[in-house]
Structures are given as C-alpha cells and as structure tokens.
C-alpha cells in the first residue's frame, strides 16, 4: 500500500541520514571560499558583535546599522530582532566591538539611514529609531507606518534602498499588506498587493509601486530598477503602473521582466556538499511521501532555488570594468553569482560573466549570502545570516523538522566585503560633518556611497546654500575640477594631494561628469529649485543616461512648460532606445495635458504615432510606451499615420474597437474606405474581425461606408466559401473562420453542422467551435451537445469548455444531463469540477446534484489501485504515441507539444514511481506557477487557466496548447485561485494501467 505524505511526516525516521553539521569558527571562514580573481573574500565582523545579519546600512558617518533577524524562522512572538550598530573606531576597515541600537522587535526585515537615525522595517510595522542623546541606543521609537503582511517569513518587505527620486523604496514581497500611515487618523489604507513601495521621508507620502519579486532591490547607477525571487534571479522593473493605466484598453505586459540570459533559474555551480535534509526531502517529493514542488528533475541543486539580494556594485574599490555588475546570493547553495549588464539593451540583459564556476562559492553550508551593501571604501559588502539550516518551516516534512534544529546559528553571523587584489582601506569621511558646499562637491564621486549620502544629506537639510552649487554643477563638463567651495577644490576623496584620476576612482573627470550632473538635477528638484529652464538644458544634455533621467523629471511640467514640450518632442527621435522608450510614456503628458496648445498635441500624436509604428525591428517596450501614452487618439494615428508594414496597426485598431466609440470607429472607416488594400487596412479588419462588438458591426454594416461595406461583405462570402472548401490550406481555413466571428449567427451554425465533424482537422474543428461559442444564443449549447458524438476527444475539451463558459451554456448542458441526452461521464473532470464550482449558484446546486454519481474515486484509492504498473514492462512506442494524444497540449519533449505545465527535460530521474503519483494526483502539492485560475467577466462569461503575467490593465491566461488569452481588467469580474493543478485530475479514465505503464517506459526512455 503506499504510504502517503502524512503517513511518512508522522512515522518515518531519518536520523541515521540527517546528521547535525558542525559551524566553521570565524578564524577559519577564509579558507573555506572559492573566489574567481583578481577578487578576494575579507572578514569584516563576526559573531559574537553580529549575529543573523538580515541587512545593513551605512550612515553618512561610516557606521553601519544591521538588522539581525534573530528569531527566524519561528520565534517571531519571542521579539528576540536587535538592530545593531558597528563602528570602526580605530578606521581599520574592521568592526570590532558593537552595541545593541535597538532590541525587541518581531522579525526585522530592513534597515535604511535618514536624519541620524533609521527607518526599520519589522512587519507589520516601518518604524523610525533614533538616538537623541549620544549613547548608541535609540532612545526614539516611532511607528510610521503598519499593516505590512508578515503571512511568510521569507516573503515579508525588504530591502529600504534610497532612490534618485530623494525617495526611500522598499521590496513588498509577497505577503502584501495594507499599509496605514499612523501620523494621520484620516490617511487611506494604500493597498499592496504585489508590489513594492515607495516614501518621501519628510512628508511621508506613500505609494504602491510597480512589481515586487522576493527578497532583493536594487538600483544601477542611473536608476534602473532590479528585483529577485527565489527561482527568478533577476529582473528588471521596465514601467511606473500609473503610466499603463492611463489606457485601460491596452493589454500591457506586467510590469517587471526576467532579464538573465541563461533563464530564471540558470545553472549555479555550488562546492559545498548538498546538506542531507535537502535530499532526504527531495527522495520523499520524488517518491509522493512528501509536499512541495519538484524542480528540474528531482535534481537537488545546481539550479537557482533561494536567490536573494541582488545588487548592482557600484564602489569605485572594484576595477571599471566590473563596477556595474548584478550580484546575487543564492543562501541555499552558499554561493554568490554575478551577471554583467548589457546597458545598451531594452530591457537590459544579463549575462553569465563565470563559465562553470560562480563568482564566490564555499564548501560552508552555513554561508548564508542573505545581503549586500555598497560601502564607504569602494567595496561590496556582505551579510552572511550564517545558519545551519535556511527554510521555510512549513516547507520541511516532520519527519525532518524534529532532527533539525531551525535556531541554530542564531548566535552567530558575518559580515564579509569583497575586494580586489591590492585593495588597501581608504579611511571613511563623516559625511555628516561635511559642509553643505562639500555635499554638493562629493555628488562627483566615482564611488555610490559617497553620492548617495551627499545627495539624502542635502535632501534632509533643504539648506539654500546648495542652490548655487548645484546649478553650477548641473552644467558641469569634467573639463576639469568641480570646484564647491570658497577655499576651491574639496575632493571627492580624503587626501588633497591626490591626482583627479585617483580622487574619481580611476575613472576621468568627464567620465564623472554625467553621474554629478544627474544627480544635480535631482538634488535641484529635491529643494524645490529645479527651474524648467535648468530641465530643458538636461534634456539636451550630451550624456543619454542624464537625458533619460531628466525626461522623468520632465513628465508632469511638459503640459504647463512650452520649453520642455519642445525639447521631448525632439527626443522621440533620439539615437538612445532608452531615451525614445522614456520619451514614449512622457509625451502623454502632453497628449492629455490640460490647457497645452493644440499644435503641440498634435505634435505629440505624430512623434508617438512615429516610435509606434516608425521603428519596425526596434523593442517592444517603446510601442507598449507609446500605446498607454495614445490613450483615446488611436483613431487619430489609425486615420492618418501613412501605411507601412509596422506590426503595431493591428494593437491599435484593437484598443479602437474595445474602446467601442462609434466617432472613433467611424473616423477609422473613412480611412479604410481609401485604402482597403493598404497592410494598415488588412490589419484593421483582421483585429476587428477577430473581436467584434455591437459597434464594430455597426460601423462595418454602415451605408456611410460603401466600400468598406462591399469589402466586408465580400470578405464574409470569400470566408464562408473558403472556411468549408476541403481543398483550401489549413491556414486559409483558419484565416475564415476568424473573418466569420463578424457573421451572424447563421452563417456561424452553418460553418459549425459543415465542420464539426471529426474527418475534418482537428485544428478546424477547434477553430469552428471557439466560433460558435462567442455567440449569446440558446442555440450554442443545442449544437454542441449535438455534435458531440462525432467529435474527437482533441476537440470536445473545447467543448467541454465552450458549455461552461455561459450561464445559458451550462444550462443547457445541465439540461442535457436531466434528460439522460448527454453522458456527464463523458465530461472531463475539470468540466465537472468548474461546473460544481460555477459563479452561478444555481448552476452550482444543479451540477452538484446531476455530477454526484461521476465523482473521481479519493487520489490515495487510484494509486493504490495503479501500483502494478510500476511492476509492469512498458512499451515506449507506444507510450510515445500515448504521450503525443494525451499530454501534449501542455507539455512538450522531442520536438512535440507545447510547453505550459513544468518542463519534463529531466524527468527521467524522478523515476517511476514520482510519474505515476503526478499523473494520478497532479495537484498533490502544486507549483504556485502552474495553479489554475477562475476568471468571470463583467458580462458572465466564465474562463480558466493558469496566470501568465499581470499588469495594471490586464490579466493573461494560459491553457493548454499554450493558448492565450488576455482580458483586460476593466471587463474582470472576479479572478480567484482553485488550488488545482491546470492539470486536472482523472487522467485514470484515459490511461488504463498498460497505458500508464507505456508512457512511463517512454518518459524514463528519454535522454
């Protein structure tokens, strides 16, 4: 009998395989890591003033903050988090003492420095401590913010980083929230979500922002915007949600995009030996006795599984040639792994820099890379939580848990910092003693920490003084030195008698210019004393990444400000993709601004109508821009922008119709009617043709437009000709039945009794009845169920899934049922299971009623009952064809299929046992990834599959056959989770046990 997972959770025991492993002493820790040259590894604090460092923080001083999560995993009500500040007395590059900040708080998470104090994130609270009266202990304790979700230790907000934009950002994670400011009864609760967040540390202004990953958020130097979870290991955050959501017909991608070059969970390559719980757990997935997902074969590890932390380096301690690059901890293979960022792309790509090494490994499996911080000396700095074991406690089986101590290590951590050869510590200036001119001189500095500071230093002080400065600064070439102060230079680095290149990090004074610029304008806008002429001057400036800036500066003044509008029209033609891509989503401002003149709105329209349909072969990401910032003008762009062969005609002509405005669909039709045989024309009608509405009928039925109606009328009769001509190509056939969805509900009927029929392609078959599905008529339902019995089993899950999407559908295929005139049996079990589920409660009490006797007998009894096969010989032939028929419209192996459910590459070394398990209970323990959804539109209409991608405007599903289909948000219902695999359960009604057998033989034969 097999066991099952709560069985081996409850009795089984390990300990013989779970053997306790011994820490390595600080003294020792050096020796333990592999570093590819010319880097090394230096120990910069360690237990007993650390302990459990989660992230750290600089202050302008040099003194570093450290939140140490102390009670992970589950001690979260002990309050046993400290934030505890180190300070390198002596300026050696060392800690070597350190005092307790902060003590008793549940489950500290982040940590970031602001007016001589810090902003602590201890879900559910952000709070501000600060010590008043120079003892080094907060003495000042402030909730600022609540309602942080903390429903998964490992999924809590994160990573406070200070941005360009003199905001404090933050990682939301997964657990969301609903985040109250406690400074003001009245505030609103900001909804979370999935998203990150951002503040302004003085007014205290909240915002949800686009896209939250895990753990892990970064900026590069020019304030692109990096992320990470744990099987994602980097991604770049590519739009601001507001912009999209300007045009809620657009169906936009989601806001942040995995940019790894080798995929999301490239290869790693660890030199610690895989910690035994992590394979006894993997044997017990492998064989169903235990939860969780299987990942890459059943493989342990060599893949990433726990990324944390990415970080851009930006110390001027690391040569040039490395400053810029990703930097990723993966804490589960005690390992850092670094990608170089190709800058020029869009988005960004990241690529594999160490070929079948990684950047820093250790045979340590306590080496626990959680974080990392750029540092005051140039160099990259890092926070080893330093555990015995790093999980999720929800995500070990019993049977393991109670041989494994989770609080281990919770007196110990480290704090590294990596460095090249020949790296000797520089001292740390006080910042905060600096004078408000030495501020402004130190935004010339090569290395972040010192910008960075400078530039939240003078945003805290709002000092006046600057002003001058900063203008001057603003314009400064790097011909030579910038000089801030009445006395002249004040360097950038501590000695005075240093060349310009030592003092900028190697790096010449017009290399160094650009960054001071940028960050002029912000610290400029900051104070309030950004002028319009000083951000027309940017905008033109020499450097992209300083124009690119800028234009973000520029958004919300281009309607009131004609200079800037003048100088954002000029750069939609920019030699930069970034610059074009920013300058996309900004000339929206003037397209909607109020009171900007009508020449310069229709400027905007022809320079967007340009970087949409002008750039053929360019990035996607521009047209997307383009698209939300068009909102409500596409008709404009449609009836003017001269024909070419741009792929984008056809998203603009589909935002139209969705959009429904019968002047706006007119004004295309007059287009139309003057070039029907133009690709913008061909591609009008296709997307028209492939949705159409009350309105678009309409407009295509109109006397006002002979030509257009002739055209539509004989395109309709070529269809219905070529839709049922045995002879035409398949692709024409298809092609036809699309134009059909504009017929009416005759002619539909008449393609669906002529096609409907299993000699006819599969393909056609599908196609005709996705046609007549569209149609709200109580004659859908009758033909379905009427042409059942001579469809093929390929077709009817389509039809399965057409009676469902309608109430009216469900009813009549409920009434079918009553009336003993269709076999319930002969439903696919997601069918039946979406009907005993249905929104419609009485459909639901129906189907709950008629479906009782087609219940699926309990998973545990169909795999006990399947056991001998795994005893049986299987013919892998035959298993391959059985593998073609039945699973490959989600998955694909040797060429065939489609890849929607998880990759089956490697499953031969899950071995038998694991794929008889899935197949049977394929939602025993679900990857979240591949979880079935229920959407219902605002109109009843009732869709399933697993979520491709979200964004502020729409949700996209993905079935089988990889199918897509994206609904934009303003037509959602109601979207929630079933907790089911996309598989549906059942799979023994298909496969008797030499079947089951066959396909095991073929998917264990594979190479």
């Not at 590069?220 to 912009?243: A, P, T």
Request: aromatic share 8%; hydrophobic share 40%; glycine share 8%.
């Amino acid at each position: 009998m097999i066991v099952t997972a709560q069985a081996a959770t409850e009795e089984s025991d390990f300990s013989a395989e779970l053997p306790r492993i011994a820490a390595t002493e600080p003294e020792d820790a050096l020796d333990t890591f592999a570093v590819v040259r010319p880097f090394r590894m230096e120990l910069v604090a360690a237990e007993p003033i650390v302990a459990d460092p989660v992230a750290m923080a600089f202050d302008e001083n040099g003194r570093l903050y450290v939140a140490e999560m102390r009670d992970y995993s589950e001690q979260d009500r002990e309050y046993l988090g400290v934030i505890r500040l180190l300070v390198d007395r002596d300026d050696d590059g060392v800690f070597h003492d350190s005092t307790i900040f902060a003590k008793e708080l549940s489950w500290p998470t982040a940590v970031t420095c602001w007016d001589g104090g810090v902003f602590v994130g201890a879900p559910p609270h952000l709070f501000y401590l600060k010590d008043t009266d120079g003892d080094g202990v907060a003495d000042l304790r402030k909730t600022i913010y609540t309602g942080f979700g903390r429903g998964n230790v490992q999924g809590m907000m994160n990573s406070l980083r200070w941005g360009l934009d003199n905001r404090i950002h933050g990682a939301g994670s997964t657990s969301g929230g609903s985040i109250v400011f406690t400074g003001d009864p009245d505030s609103k609760p900001v909804a979370l979500g999935r998203h990150d967040f951002a503040f302004d540390p003085r007014t205290f202004d909240f915002e949800a922002t686009t896209a939250s990953a895990q753990h892990g958020l970064s900026f590069d130097d020019w304030g692109h915007k990096f992320i990470c979870s744990n099987s994602d290991h980097i991604q770049q955050v590519m739009f601001e949600d507001k912009l999209i959501a300007r045009n809620p017909y657009l169906k936009a991608p989601g806001g942040a995009v995995g940019i790894a070059a080798d995929g999301p969970q490239g290869p790693v390559f660890r030199t610690s030996p895989v910690e035994p719980w992590r394979i006894v757990r993997t044997r017990l997935r492998v064989q169903g006795l235990a939860p969780g997902p299987i990942e890459f074969g059943g493989k342990v590890s060599g893949y990433f599984s726990s990324a944390t932390g990415v970080t851009v380096s930006r110390g001027d301690a690391w040569p040039a040639e490395w400053n810029g690059a990703a930097i990723i901890g993966d804490v589960g293979s005690n390992l850092i792994h670094r990608k170089r960022l190709a800058t020029n792309e869009l988005p960004l790509v990241a690529s594999r820099v160490d070929q079948n090494v990684d950047f820093i490994t250790s045979t340590d499996t306590w080496f626990r890379p959680v974080q990392f911080e750029n540092g005051p000396d140039g160099a990259l700095y890092v926070a080893d939580f330093y555990r015995e074991t790093i999980e999720h406690p929800a995500s070990l089986p019993e049977s393991i848990k109670k041989h494994l101590d989770l609080t281990s290590g919770r007196d110990r951590g480290r704090i590294y910092r990596i460095v090249p050869e020949g790296f000797i510590h520089r001292p740390t200036p006080e910042l905060g003693e600096a004078t408000t001119a030495e501020l402004v001189g130190y935004l010339t500095h090569p290395n972040a920490w010192h910008r960075e500071s400078a530039a939240r230093l003078l945003y805290e002080r709002q000092d006046a003084t600057a002003l001058p400065l900063l203008k001057r600064l603003a314009k400064w070439n790097g011909a030579s030195e910038f000089e801030s102060s009445e006395n002249g230079l004040v360097p950038p680095a501590s000695n005075p008698s240093t060349t310009s290149a030592e003092r900028h990090g190697g790096c010449s004074l017009l290399n160094a210019a650009p960054l001071a610029r940028m960050h002029a304008i912000y610290a400029l806008d900051g104070l309030g004393a950004l002028t319009d002429e000083m951000l027309a001057d940017a905008l033109v400036d020499s450097s992209a990444r300083v124009r690119e800036n800028a234009i973000k500066l520029a958004r919300s003044r281009a309607p009131r400000s004609a200079d800037i509008r003048e100088r954002l029209l000029s750069l939609a033609s920019d030699q930069d993709r970034w610059v074009r891509y920013e300058t996309a989503f900004s000339l929206g401002e003037i397209v909607h601004g109020k009171d900007v003149p009508p020449p310069d709105t229709r400027a905007a329209i022809e320079k967007l109508s340009v970087l949409l349909l002008g750039y053929v072969g360019d990035s996607d990401w521009t047209p997307i821009a383009a698209l939300s910032s068009l909102s409500g003008r596409e008709a404009e762009v449609l009836a003017t922008y001269p024909d070419n062969p741009s792929p984008y005609w056809s998203d603009l002509a589909a935002i139209v119709a969705r959009r429904g405005k019968p002047d706006e669909l007119a004004l295309v039709a007059d287009r139309l009617e003057q070039i029907l045989n133009s690709t913008m024309a061909t591609a009008t009608l296709d997307a028209w043709f492939a949705a159409p509405n009350a309105a678009v009928r309409k407009t295509l039925n109109s006397e006002n437009h002979p030509k257009l109606r002739a055209a539509v009328a004989n395109r309709l009769e070529g269809a219905k000709r070529t839709a049922v001509r045995e002879d035409a190509l398949l692709a024409a056939r298809l092609g036809a039945l699309q134009t059909l969805r504009l017929a009416p509900f005759s002619a539909a009927v008449k393609a669906f009794d002529a096609l409907a029929d299993g000699r006819q392609p599969p393909e056609l078959q599908r196609a005709v009845v996705e046609l007549l599905r569209q149609y709200d008529d109580p004659g859908v339902a009758a033909r379905l169920i009427d042409a059942w019995p001579r469809l093929s089993p390929f077709v009817r899950e389509t039809v399965a899934t057409a009676l469902t999407t309608t109430s009216a559908n469900a009813t009549g295929l409920l009434d079918a049922i009553e009336a003993e005139a269709f076999d319930a049996g002969a439903l696919p079990q997601a069918t039946r299971q979406l009907l005993r589920e249905h929104p419609d409660e009485a459909i639901r009490e129906r189907a709950t009623t008629l479906l009782a006797d087609t219940a699926l007998a309990k998973r545990d009894d169909i795999i006990t009952a399947y056991r001998p096969v795994l005893e049986m010989t299987g013919d892998v032939k035959n298993g391959q064809a059985l593998f073609a028929k039945q699973c490959a419209v989600c998955h694909k192996l040797g060429g065939v299929g489609h890849e929607v459910g998880p990759n089956l590459a490697a499953i031969k070394t899950r071995g038998a046992e694991f794929i008889l398990l899935n197949v049977l209970d394929p939602s025993r323990e679900v990857n979240p990834q591949f979880v079935d959804y229920t959407l219902v539109t605002t109109d009843g209409v009732v869709k399933t599959g697993m979520i491709a991608s979200e964004s502020p405007t729409a949700v996209t599903l993905k079935r089988s056959e990889a199918t897509t289909e994206t609904v934009l948000r303003l037509d959602v219902e109601e979207l929630h989770s079933t907790g089911r695999s996309l598989m549906p359960d059942g799979f023994e009604k298909q496969l008797d046990q030499q079947a089951m057998a066959d396909l095991i033989a073929y998917l264990l034969s594979l190479e």
